[in-house]
Nanobody
Framework: QVQLVESGGGLVQPGGSLRLSCAAS????????MGWYRQAPGKQRELVAA???????NYEDSVRGRFAISRDSAKNTVSLQMNSLKPEDTAVYYC???????????WGQGTQVTVSS
């Protein structure tokens, strides 16, 4: 079992920045990839960014160059630095962890990010 708790969402103006953090607890030694997904109203949940245990990263095209994912294995955290935010980045952001050989997904409770003037 893995528990994921996100923090750092909020309201920001277009062009602004936010940093999301996710703290993992429980059976953390079997966590493989971690990532951030988002879901806007009326849309499907989509992958925003992911990072492997070795530090390789992957980004959704619309956020590449604006967002940066990082992972601190010692602190069991994964973060998402979001810069140059746009109104279309507005969504609930979810932390995700893939656990064990079966890569079972675990999810955080979600944190709202609203980009608006």
């Amino acid at each position: 079992q893995v528990q994921l708790v996100e923090s750092g969402g909020g309201l920001v103006q277009p062009g602004g920045s936010l940093r999301l953090s996710c703290a993992a607890s429980g059976s953390i030694f079997s966590i493989n990839d971690m990532g951030w997904y988002r879901q806007a109203p009326g849309k499907q949940r989509e992958l925003v960014a992911a990072i492997t245990r070795g530090g390789s990263t992957n980004y959704e095209d619309s956020v590449r160059g604006r967002f940066a994912i990082s992972r601190d294995s010692a602190k069991n955290t994964v973060s998402l630095q979001m810069n140059s935010l746009k109104p279309e980045d507005t969504a609930v952001y979810y932390c995700n962890a893939l656990w064990g050989l079966q890569r079972r997904p675990y999810w955080g409770q979600g944190t709202q990010v609203t980009v608006s003037s």
